[in-house]
């Protein structure tokens, strides 16, 4: 099976503007989870989707966004960047619960400048 | 709220000898533990993990413990390998979430 993809790998935004992310999970699964990675943070927890819908968010503020479509792929959006939005970005598929298994993709490098 | 905490955050040891990393976890409801290894530029693998209801798992050179009374889980990597440095990342799964709470790693240096 080909494992969890995400583009683009690496984006440059300046501070205002907005960004889309993409993520296609496993085939067969259908839960997506998205984490924010920082040196100073660590891996956070941002939202995740299961057929379509949003089951869970962390504490990140309303700029931050996602969705998921009926093929289980997610897109998550960021509204009015900010410098502090410089991360890794990774999202996280696994297959039906009661399944807790989450596999990674290569994440996507944001730089806000 | 949700929390785990990891030590040591760096750990530097001889090849040939073993590591331990260590996990502590606040909610006594977290049901899942899994360990995650990241190189350096590449995504979070994950190597081994452990549910609630059992006290320990071994596969190959990595073995995991989890003391649910304690409310803390470790990793324990023997006969290390210069291949084995990587950041290593501990979770819990909370139930009814599908969420992972995250320790803030453990940087593991293996000398030849």
């Known amino acids: 099976k080909a494992g969890v993809t995400q583009t683009p790998r690496y984006l440059i935004k300046t501070r205002g503007q907005q960004v889309t992310l993409s993520c296609s999970p496993i085939?067969?699964?259908?839960?997506v989870s998205w984490y924010q990675q920082t040196p100073g943070q660590g891996l956070q927890f941002l939202f995740e989707?299961?057929?379509?819908?949003?089951?869970n968010k962390g504490n990140f503020p309303g700029r931050f966004s996602g969705r998921q479509f009926s093929n289980s792929r997610s897109e998550m959006n960021v509204s009015t960047l900010e410098l502090g939005d410089s991360a890794l970005y990774l999202c996280?598929?696994?297959?039906?619960?009661?399944?807790?298994?989450?596999?990674f993709g290569p994440g996507t490098r944001l730089t806000v400048t | 709220g949700e929390n785990v905490e990891q030590h040591p955050s760096t750990l530097s040891v001889q090849e040939g000898d073993s590591a331990v990393i260590k996990c502590t976890y606040s909610?006594?409801?977290?049901?899942?533990f899994p360990w995650y290894k990241q190189e350096l530029g590449k995504r979070p693998q994950l190597i081994i993990d452990?549910?609630?209801?059992?006290g320990e798992k071994k596969d190959q050179r990595i073995a995991v413990t989890l003391n649910k009374t304690a409310k803390h889980f470790s990793l324990h990597i023997t006969e290390t390998q210069p291949e084995d440095s990587a950041v290593y990342f501990c979770?819990?799964?909370?139930?009814?979430?599908?969420?992972?709470?995250f320790g803030t790693g453990t940087r593991l240096l293996v000398s030849p």
């Open positions: 996280a598929s696994s297959s039906r619960p009661p399944s807790y298994e989450q596999y």
């Open positions: 085939s067969g699964h259908r839960s």
């Open positions: 989707y299961f057929s379509e819908t949003q089951r």
């Open positions: 909610d006594s409801a977290s049901n899942y």
């Open positions: 452990i549910r609630s209801n059992v």
């Open positions: 979770a819990a799964h909370l139930p009814g979430f599908q969420k992972l709470v």
